[in-house]
């Protein structure tokens, strides 16, 4: 019964860390290969020095944020950094001198960028204090430099282009937010009882474990596994076994506390963890799940209501229990000696 646990990945760490880590090492590369070639264009063919230095050293930044990115991983100050460089490139070369109007439109690029790169809170703050500085630069420009041929028109236009991709940013940035929860939901549970599955368990485990750890207080972890389940599914069929798992789950769940977690981690069986109890107030739990289990009557086609019984194996934390799988070992052989002496009890077993 003793099954080996690998190390577990929640969906947020997949998206936040390995794919942003990926999105922002690239993309810096890129935006520094992009400002090389302007960089170039600018001192050897426009002859604008200025806009050729002020690429040159966006193109410098970028790279290093490349550099710390790809050996630190992500880090929302580079991310804010880059993105202030991005802003200053595209604000100097709308407002230079020499580039025509159009520049401008690169504007409605940050709010994008920013969402995307920092998340809803940060990336709007972010957008928003850029967004203003470039307004605030053009309402200057408009009433200070009139040569340089931008108009009012230009304020609405740049303004509502921004105010619109902030919109849609935030609309993008909460939908990709509540379907990563609703997958990071999803890989937690297990469908027919809805508690947690054993990816769930572990997660939980690893926070109620050191949370123990720093209050000094015990951990107990149960292992409950319906008995001769076997003959419940080859007597009246898979369907009512499902339902015995999803009676027996609603019944256990109903003894724990909110702190507590429980998890259906293979077919029959099921883990429980409890956290500040004592040994007895630990048992006490147990066997009021045992007798509720046993208590249950479940219907079926023909014939009186059915009835079963649990097995559960009982540990709680000690100095060489460091790991979810050295309380399972200990537990699992509660249970194993709980089957052994006629099954329908509980064993207690604080180690080897
Ligand atoms: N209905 C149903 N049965 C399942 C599910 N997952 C596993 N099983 C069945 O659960 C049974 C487990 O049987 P065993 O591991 O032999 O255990 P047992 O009959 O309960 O015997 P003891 O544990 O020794 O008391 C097997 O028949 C599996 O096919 C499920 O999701 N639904």
Known sequence: MTKKYTEVTTVEDIVYTAGYRRIIFKGSLLGSMFLTVFSLIDFFYTELYLDATIEAIGCVILLSIAYVENKRG??????????????TVIGSGAFSNHVEESGIVWFALIPFLSFFLLGEKLGLRVS?????????????????????????SAI????????CSILLSIAYEKNRTSMIHLLSKQAKTDSLTSLLNRRGLMIS????????????????????DLD???????????????????????AAKTYLKDIDRIARIGGEEFVAVLSNVSSEEALKIAERIRRAIENLEIEVPSGPPLQ??????????TENKKLF????KIADKALYEAKNNGRNRIVFKEDN
């Open 74 to 87: 992500v880090n929302s100050l580079a991310v804010i950094f880059g993105l202030i460089v991005i802003s």
């Open 128 to 152: 928003l204090l850029i967004s203003t500085v470039y307004i605030a630069g053009l309402i200057n420009i408009v009433i200070q430099y009139p040569e340089k041929g931008f108009t009012t």
């Open 156 to 163: 609405f236009g740049v303004t509502g282009a921004l105010f």
């Open 205 to 224: 485990f690893e926070k109620l474990l050191l949370l123990s750890q720093q209050d000094k207080k015990d951990l107990y972890l149960l292992i409950l």
């Open 228 to 250: 001769n389940f076997k003959l419940i599914n080859d007597n009246f069929g898979h369907d009512i076994g499902d339902i015995v798992i999803k009676e027996t789950a609603n």
């Open 308 to 317: 079963v019984t649990v097995s559960i194996g009982v540990t709680k934390s």
């Open 325 to 328: 799988s050295d309380f399972f």
